[in-house]
């Protein structure tokens, strides 16, 4: 919970140009580095083909190509919790800068890496690795662009703070999907097999690499210059303690991340395959108008949260999120002609993830807040989001419309954690509750 003098230092100070423009360079800085750790899933069909033997079947090779999709999200607590301790410790700022690199190198290596004829097996393990240190750099990137943003802003605007950098690192995602609908449209497939599925990555490890020169114009957080100042940093491991001390907000925090996977990997990243396989359908276009949706959707719930609460907020969108996208998945078989519409529909309800971090952010005092925030999302992250796709895909065979119950269950989940967040009492057990 955050301490009385963090809430009175936070309250009165002004959202000037600075803290702007530190709100516009975190946003941006995380479009990029988001973009480019899920550019991977939109060529992952070509990379399969390139990175694996050529007799491998069909269903083998995309399992381990979503293997190694999933290994990114696998390493994301170990690189998040790692950036999180020296964050704590020696300040936001560095951690900040050192994440979006860490994502820009991996990114622009895979764009010039040798593929399965010429290096034969190490191809694939080459990949692994490189995903691996994305994953680290993603796995400090979002939590600490959070933490960092919040932290620059009046405590009465975290909701909008974190709804607006939330709308950025999705921007990151619908710059992939356009990225990948150019490069698909422009080329052949056998230009996009020979050397065009290297032009988005090359794109974005140089834009990554600018955002790191960006990030220099950043300043350290007031709160953990604040905290500098009076001596007040962790005297043990950051870790130690908020596994020791603050067990019910890691909990809460993990909740919260788990509706953002499904949210994210189900509703945006797998629907357009999934409608493809099952009704036929093309959903690239509205794919697309989703994710403005869920740009508008984060804006909203973070100011949704700021003037109603995050309680109230989460329960709506989570209501939302499970009856729209039930809907949707329920209806385009046969009425193809209401996909679009209803797909910005779960797009908007997708926003949910703009009030996610307005929540688990404020569960942490100051002193241990980059690390707590870390280890929960990152570790909700890696289990949830990781597995996500292979257990969707899975279990589909044996129910078609496991992806719509698998929603609708987290579209739940987020009504009674909105319910346990309006019952909490007011400003101590739960700093969520501050308004």
Known sequence: MATSQETDAASSRPLNRRDVKVLSLSALGGALEFYDFIIFVYFATVVGQLFFPPEMPEWLRQIQTFGIFAAGYLARPL??????????????????TLSIFLMALPTLLIGVMPTYDTLGYAA??????????????????????????????????????????????????????????????????????????????????????????????????????????????????????????????????????????????????????????????????????????VLVGCLAS?????????????????LLLAI???AMMTTVGTHPEWLTPLYILCGFAVGIVGVVPTIAVKSFPAMVRFTGLSFSYNVAYAIFGGFTPIVVSVLMTVHPM???????????????????????????????MAS
């Open 79 to 96: 690189g998040g919790i790692i950036m999180a301790h020296f964050g704590d410790l020696l300040g936001r700022k560095k951690m900040f």
């Open 124 to 293: 694939p393990l080459l990949l692994v690795a490189l995903r691996i240190l994305q994953g680290a750099a993603v796995g400090g990137e979002v939590p600490g662009a959070w933490v960092f943003v919040t932290e620059h802003v009046k405590r009465r605007h975290v909701g909008f703070a974190c709804g607006t950098l939330s709308a950025g690192l999705v921007s990151g995602i619908l710059i992939g999907s356009l990225m990948s609908a150019f490069i698909k449209t422009t080329y052949s497939d056998a230009e996009l097999a020979a050397y065009a599925w290297r032009i988005p990555f090359l794109i974005g490890g140089v834009f990554g690499l600018v955002a790191v020169y960006l990030r220099r114009w950043l300043h350290e957080t007031p709160v953990f210059a604040e905290m500098q100042e009076k001596k007040a940093l962790a005297e043990e491991l950051p870790v130690k303690s908020v596994l020791r001390n603050h067990l019910p907000s890691v909990v809460l925090s993990m909740g919260v991340t788990w509706i953002l996977t499904a949210a994210v990997v189900v509703v945006i990243l797998m629907t357009p395959s999934l409608l493809q396989s099952r009704y036929g359908l093309d959903a690239s276009l509205a794919n697309v108008y989703a994710i403005l949706g």
């Open 302 to 318: 973070g100011w949704s949260a700021d003037r109603f609460g995050s309680g109230p907020t989460i329960m709506l969108w989570g």
């Open 324 to 326: 729209s996208y039930w």
């Open 402 to 432: 496991f992806p719509a119950v698998y929603v609708a269950v987290l579209g739940g989940l987020g009504i009674v954690i909105g319910l346990y967040l309006m019952r909490a009492p007011s400003g101590r057990r739960l700093a969520v």
